[in-house]
């Protein structure tokens, strides 16, 4: 009876399900170095200056390969494969549309409107092709990725941001000739840019939430497809978070001018009556106090402001893309941020620039190793899957052919 009852319980182990594997977590790691990079850097920069930027393409090929190279996903690095020749014909197109809006705004000023439509025209079927030629020329584990966004949905999304330009040139009044300028016309002017700026930045969370859903939502990998499930709503809430920030940080401003101010009359550097009468002493204080502010101001906003602004737009991007088998996450920390932020600005100012790319460095690994991909199913299998199925060819003209890339 044992050796039946053994084969029995052999059969029943062998025509149970096998359970599924478990979500695996995939960590991102950054392995590049302030050294090497700057290397990069150095050259990339002086043969840009010599060429009048015409080698720009190419250093953007250099940095985003080795950027890539050095990011490693599950311990397996992302690959570059973009032919910066190509890249060179986008940045021809591009420059060739900038320089010719430019001229025709300066040198027909009442045709502005028309270059503006022209460009608005064009400008979302090239982000689109820039969107196409960054993620085919990425790959990982010999994969390639894709943007699968059709050419209709960027226009819904993008079009939207030319509206208040659009607006500017149409209602404005001709400011031409400064000195025939009526009182009404003036008026008039003051009334159109308060409305257009104030509306467009009402809409402006509305509009980025539109950007990023199409471009968050059109990621392919293994024909694993990611939707974008945050809405206008998450973006208004952050801009909100993101004013009251910036008002504290103004405030505490205004409190240390009043305590620097409270200290100097407590020290008799000025007295009240310096400012009844504009005394030496309150001209002196007040060019001091101004360029404390200013100082204050452009070094405070980015590293607190800028900082706060950088972890929480980070991590309400990627906590909402995903696909039905692969999730991401961002865990970024406004603290360790704000450190590497302070850090990167004093070595920058100390080194006259030159460690620019060494905070380069730090702050990419800082936010990529904040990230995370968890993956349901075998990823070696999707591997497999894709890598004997036939590239695709659809929609691959324009981003193979003029190598558009907009660094977004």
């Known amino acids: 009876m044992e050796p039946t009852d053994e084969f029995e319980e052999t059969e029943r182990l062998t025509l149970e399900p096998v359970a599924p594997p478990g979500p695996k977590t995939l960590d991102i790691r950054f392995t590049g170095s302030g050294s090497e990079y700057f290397r990069i850097w150095i050259v990339n920069l002086l043969l840009t200056l010599v060429t009048l930027t015409l080698y720009l393409p190419f250093a953007r090929a250099r940095r985003m390969a080795y950027f890539q190279n050095n990011t490693l996903v599950g311990g397996d690095p992302l690959g570059f494969h973009a032919d910066p020749w190509k890249m060179f ?16 705004s300066n040198f027909m000023p009442t045709l502005s409107w028309v270059a503006l439509l022209v460009f608005a025209a064009l400008w979302p079927a090239l982000w689109r092709a820039s969107l196409q030629f960054r993620l085919r020329n990425t790959s990982w584990r010999g994969v390639r990725l894709a943007f699968a966004g059709d050419m209709t949905s960027a226009y819904l999304a993008m079009l939207p941001f030319f509206i208040p330009a659009l607006a500017f040139a149409l209602l404005m009044p001709d400011m031409s000739d400064a000195e025939s300028v009526s009182a009404e016309a003036a008026q008039q002017a003051g009334i159109v840019a308060g409305v257009v700026i104030l ?38 809430g952050l801009s909100i978070k993101i004013t009251g920030v910036s008002l504290l940080v103004m405030m505490g401003l205004g409190t240390l001018m009043g305590v620097l101010f409270g200290a100097c009359l407590a020290l008799g550097v000025v007295s009240l009556g310096d400012f009844s009468n504009l005394g030496e002493g309150a001209g002196l ?40 088998r692969i999730r991401f996450t961002s865990q970024l920390k406004l603290a360790p941020l704000m ?17 620019w790319p060494f905070a380069k460095v730090r702050s990419a690994r800082i936010r990529l190793e904040a990230m995370s991909v968890q993956v349901e199913g075998d990823v070696d299998q999707w591997v497999s899957d894709s890598l004997q199925q036939p590239a695709g060819v659809i929609g691959d003209a324009a981003g193979d052919f003029f190598g558009i890339d907009m660094g977004l």
């Open 89 to 104: 014909r986008g940045y021809l197109l591009v420059l060739v549309l900038g320089v010719g809006y430019s001229a025709v």
């Open 199 to 236: 509306g467009f930045m009402v809409l402006l969370p509305w509009l980025w939430a539109r950007i990023k859903a199409y471009q968050h939502g059109g990621y392919v990998f293994a024909q694993e497809r990611t939707t974008f499930t945050a809405g206008a709503k998450r973006f208004y």
């Open 285 to 324: 204080l007040f060019i001091v106090g101004g360029g404390v502010v200013l100082v204050m101001v452009y070094v405070l906003w980015p590293l607190i402001v800028g900082s706060y602004m950088t972890s929480r737009f980070q991590n309400l991007l990627w906590a909402n893309t995903r696909s039905p």
């Open 339 to 355: 450190r590497v932020n302070i850090v990167n600005w004093l070595l920058i100012a100390l080194t006259l620039g030159l460690f």
